[in-house]
Every structure is written in structure tokens, then in C-alpha cells.
């Protein structure tokens, strides 16, 4: 019996190599609900890998099947979270120039939407990019994402002559990016007298009279 060529063998290994990747997707999409409960009392760095496959219902063999540890755990939540508030902010980038306030107040609401059930992962990887070089990196990537969008939909609104022409957009898109993103991780679920209907109408404000 002739053996595999090595063409055969080489597409079997991508092939396991895709399986893998889409279980890991699995389970870190699995696991993300565990790990918010859990970060409601607890801080990320004092979880334990055992509190968040009970909470989750794994098994510990299945964890380390796909993560090598838990900041590896982290680094794929913050991809799948990252990549679905970015695809949010996207309703506000694509806005038309002449886009009318309760459009942008509609784009605002649908980002704060997305966000909220996240607040408390995207807390602990603010404090996790000071110490792991690999979240920060993933994260500073996404930033990067947002900032661009950003200034691109100031370029596009300074050039339709809607927007304000005295502005610097790579400048100011960077200001708002980390702005949003501070604003979004204390605010966005509200508390206090902070409510987050208040807390909406409040930043479109903000941001409709800085850019017009």
C-alpha cells in the first residue's frame, strides 16, 4: 500500500489545524459569560483557571486543550470582544457626512449597546496591558482600528464641508478614541446618578459640537 503524498498530508494537517482553531473559538466564546460573572467580585489576576471552567461547566483537560494558561484565555477574549465593539463603532464611521444628530445619537446608542455586557473584561484588560506584553499588543491593534475610523469619518465630513476644517483628524480621532474608550468602561452601565441614557445624550453632545 502506497503512503500518503505528502500534498494529502499536508492538507489533513491544515485541516486539524482549522478544527482546532474553530473549537478554540468554541470555547473561549463558551467560557466569556463564565469569566464576566466571575470579574463582577473578582478581579482577573485572583481568578483561577479552576473557578472559571466550574463556572463555565469544562473540564480542566478541555481548558488547557486549547489556552496555556489563562492570559492566553484573555488574549482570545479580547479578540472576539474587541472585534464585535469595533464592528459596532463601524455604524458611526460609515454615517454620511450629512448625517443628521439623532442618526449620530442612533450610532452612539448601538456602540454603548454592544459594550455594556463587557464593561467589566474590558476593565480587566486595561489593567492587564501594563504587565502582558501580548494583550496589550492585541489591544493597541484594535485601538490603532478605531482611530483610524475615526479619522477617517472626520476626513470624509471635512471634505463633504459639514465638518469643522480647522481640525486635525489624525489628532483629534486619536483624543476620542481614548476618550470613548475610558468613558465606555466607567460609564457605560451606569451608576449613580450617572444613568446610562444621561450618560449617552450627555457624549453625543460632546462629540456633535467638537466636530460641527
Known sequence: MSSASPSSTSRRAESLDRRHIERRELISRWLLPAVERLLEEQTYPSLTVDQMVAEAELSRSTFYNYFEDKSDLLRALTGD???????????WWQLAPSGTKDEFHAALAHLFAIYSPHTTLMRAVAESISHDARVREEFMAYMASGQQGIADYIRTGQTAGVLRTDLDADATAAWLTWMMERGLSQLSLGSGEYEPERVLAAVVDILWKALH
Do not use: L
Request: hydrophobic share 55%; aromatic share 0%; glycine share 0%.
Open 81 to 91: 470582544v474587541m472585534s464585535t465593539i469595533v464592528d459596532a463603532t463601524r455604524m
